[in-house]
């Protein structure tokens, strides 16, 4: 039986599962300050519970399932935490310290069922789902290793679900968790700090849409014609991109006059950033009236993929005729690449050559 992970509740959840094991629903709020503002890892840590009923519910329920298994630290001060769950799926997490601002990536899957071509965590497989308590704790671990255990952290946290696995395959736990977080009791990381990314499920573009308190949007594109994104990720071929742009039109109806959703292309040497290709991809934007900004992406190399990242002269060619055809492009600076930490390198590897803390 999978553990009962508390990390995954509600205050309200919590309210509930304390009057069914016959306590005050108050206590409900107790733990759940406990696991999201304190951070505790163990129900020994909360003092303020009777004892015994620490021990009843640690006969239920558990509330830290997440072991780390490893972590790495890079050069570039990034962080990343290999952990392994319940039942041993691979988790990784990755810490990002920004001047302002640190930036916590996490993963919605263990291993992805999406087969791109150009990343690594494809290789693993979709191993399963991740819970809404999987997503919330690697937040937790991440800034209890950063910080220390319920220190509060000195800067903004920002969220990105652009670890392993495809988010929107994995909605309904992934926006729990986006509830659970969002909480000012708790983590208190809201909405408009996190962004999702996604490899174009289009029904769930949609949906999202549809929600009043959602997370930014992302949306990986990587190709500007049908025949090559088929072949760069298969998942076009469920959704092709006038589907795909379809969906993303109605989201961005959805947004205030001064909101943008992203686009992310990861460069490819030779295979999708020529200078005809930029053209290709600013017209289809700007056919589909997007105003959405495109980040490029330049591709984190990693054994066996057989890809190449554009050189900085190619990647700025191919930004400055996105941007000369009114389409806003920015370059994203890879972060942690030589503990394999970056975009499109999670796939459970230990990386000796790093510092192993
Ligand atoms: N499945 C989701 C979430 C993963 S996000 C998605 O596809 O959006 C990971 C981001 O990293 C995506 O934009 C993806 O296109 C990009 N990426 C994947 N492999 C990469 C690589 N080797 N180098 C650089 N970026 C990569």
Redesign the pocket.
């Given at each position: 039986m999978p553990p009962v992970e508390l990390a995954g509740f509600t205050k309200a959840d919590l309210s509930e599962l304390a009057q069914e094991l016959g306590e005050p629903g108050y206590r409900g709020a107790q733990i759940f300050g406990a696991i999201q503002r304190r951070r505790v890892r163990s129900f020994e840590e909360i003092t303020d519970l009777p004892k015994e009923f620490r021990a009843r519910l640690a006969e239920r329920a558990a509330i830290a399932t997440l072991k780390i298994e490893s972590q790495y630290l890079s050069t570039d001060g990034t962080r990343r935490y290999l952990m392994k769950t319940h039942d041993n799926r691979p988790v990784e997490t990755v810490f990002i310290p920004e001047e302002h601002r640190d930036t916590i990536c996490f993963s919605s899957q263990s291993g992805?069922p999406?087969q791109?071509t150009?990343?690594?965590t494809a290789q693993l497989g979709l191993l399963r789902n991740l819970t809404a308590g999987e997503i919330v704790e690697q937040i937790i671990v991440a800034l209890n290793d950063a910080y220390g255990e319920g220190v509060k952290p000195p800067r903004g946290t920002n969220l990105v679900g652009?670890g392993a696995?495809?988010?929107f395959l994995n909605f309904d736990e992934l926006m729990k968790a986006i509830r659970i977080m969002s909480d000012p009791d708790g983590l208190h990381i809201v909405p408009n700090r996190v962004t999702v990314?996604?490899?174009g499920i289009a029904p769930r573009i949609r949906e999202l849409a549809t929600i009043p308190d959602r997370p930014h949007l992302?949306i990986?594109l990587?190709a500007p014609d049908d025949r090559l994104r088929n072949e760069l990720m298969p998942i076009n071929k469920k959704w092709p991109l006038e589907e795909l742009l379809d969906a993303c039109k109605a989201f961005e109806n959805s947004l205030k006059p001064d909101e943008r959703f992203t686009f992310?292309y990861?460069m490819l040497k030779d295979i999708n950033d020529s200078d005809e290709q930029a053209r290709q991809l600013a017209n289809l934007l700007n056919r589909h009236a997007l105003r959405a900004k495109v980040n490029l992406?330049p591709?984190?190399p990693?054994e066996p993929?057989p890809y190449q990242p554009s050189s900085l002269a190619r990647v700025e060619s191919f930004r400055r005729i996105l941007e000369s055809k009114g389409v806003h492009a920015y370059v994203r600076k890879p972060r942690g690449r030589d503990i394999l930490a970056?975009?499109?390198?999670l796939a459970a590897r230990s990386s000796p050559a790093a510092a192993t803390v």
């Open positions: 992805c999406l791109c150009f990343c690594l652009m696995g495809e988010p990314s996604t490899a992302a990986s990587s992310e990861v992406i591709h984190n990693a993929l970056a975009c499109g390198q």
